[in-house]
């Protein structure tokens, strides 16, 4: 099955510092999302992209699907304390028959931002 | 904007009861995907619905079920509970047929604990 290799596993940063995080994967997606998940509750969508080469940003965030189709990466600029969590990049892609398939997800990473 | 809903939050159940959750889509999206996700694990997919129709499975013991009902919710049926299926399972949903339905938004969970 598709499988996502997710780095680093977790960071430890100062608030203020930048961070960068990737997923790389052996498969093509056609769309890769990165989502952040805080203890006991849902995984929130932060940005999702949908074409090779593809750079999006959202507020401090920037995430980009590499030119190979599998690969993404995201950044998080000037980080806050309430950046704490766990990110989730995502993948999917469609089978022959034009239906969506499952999101493939990274192990994740847990983000620690010391005030 | 309206979420997905899931209900309930939290359910504590006996070794081989049953249980059932339920997930109500974003508004017009027609596709509903469930996942399971152990403590400090990714979330693993189970299975999905497209227009009521079973569209792909995951890793769903023999021992679940579920449905898409023709409003679209959708309900996951756990019998014989194991200690095992303690874990919070995710509903999400997506609309298809659009490059933006490649973008999945999930709910905020149900927290399973079998005893």
């Known amino acids: 099955g598709q499988q996502l290799n997710q780095s680093p596993q977790s960071m430890f940063i100062q608030e203020g510092e930048d961070v960068s995080m990737n997923c790389t994967s052996s498969?093509?997606?056609?769309?890769w999302l990165w989502y952040k998940q805080d203890p006991g509750e849902g995984p929130v969508l932060l940005i999702a992209?949908?074409?090779?080469?593809e750079l999006t940003s959202n507020g401090r965030l920037t995430a980009q699907f590499g030119i190979t189709r599998k690969d993404s990466f995201l950044n998080i600029s000037a980080s806050i304390p309430s950046d704490v969590g766990i990110y989730f990049c995502?993948?999917?892609?469609?089978?022959?028959?034009?239906?969506?398939?499952?999101?493939?997800f990274g192990k994740g990473t847990l983000l620690t931002v010391n005030p | 904007a309206a979420g997905v809903i899931q209900s309930p939050r939290h359910l504590i159940k006996e070794k081989r009861e049953t249980a059932t959750l339920k997930c109500y889509p974003i508004p017009r999206h027609d596709t509903v995907y469930w996942y399971q996700q152990g403590p400090g694990q990714d979330p693993q997919f189970l299975i999905s619905f497209y227009e009521k129709m079973q569209s792909d499975k995951g890793s769903i013991p023999d021992r679940f079920s579920a449905q898409q009902f023709s409003d679209y919710h959708s309900e996951l049926n756990m019998s014989s509970l194991e200690l095992g299926d303690s874990a919070l399972y995710f509903c999400a949903s997506s609309q298809h047929g659009l490059i933006s339905g490649n973008t999945i938004y999930f709910g905020e969970g149900s927290w399973l604990t079998v005893v």
């Open positions: 992209l949908y074409k090779a080469g």
């Open positions: 498969s093509i997606f056609n769309t």
């Open positions: 995502a993948g999917r892609s469609q089978n022959s028959g034009g239906s969506n398939y499952k999101l493939t």
